[in-house]
Nanobody, 114 residues
């Protein structure tokens, strides 16, 4: 299993970013995918998840209405569209799949600052 995140960077408050996570090594379309984040000095927290067919999503209260998780099963990729970014969204963002154990990507840094 390999998960490779991309799309992070520095953005001003109120701005937007789109994260991508390219997956390989498993049958992507069969698995729920998740985005997590970890801010400095804090525990890793769940941000969003999407069902295997993309029909169902769940969001943390802190990002509801601002973030959107989607997936493209033809490209084995899950996305996180982040709008109206706030300073408190600053964190390393990870994608995750549970397949006989947890698998994580290397993470992508998102920094929201003016």
């Amino acid at each position: 299993v390999q998960l490779v995140e991309s799309g992070g960077g520095l953005v001003q408050p109120g701005g937007s970013l789109r994260l991508s996570c390219a997956a390989s090594g498993f049958t992507f379309s069969n698995f729920v995918m998740r985005w997590y984040r970890q801010a400095p000095g804090k525990e890793r927290e769940s941000v969003a998840l999407i069902s295997s067919d993309g029909s169902s999503t769940i969001y943390a209260d802190s990002v509801k209405g601002r973030f959107t998780i989607t997936r493209d099963n033809t490209k084995n990729t899950v996305y996180l569209q982040m709008n109206s970014l706030k300073a408190e969204d600053t964190a390393v963002y990870y994608c995750n799949v549970w397949r006989r154990g947890d698998y994580w990507g290397q993470g992508t840094q998102v920094t929201v600052s003016s």
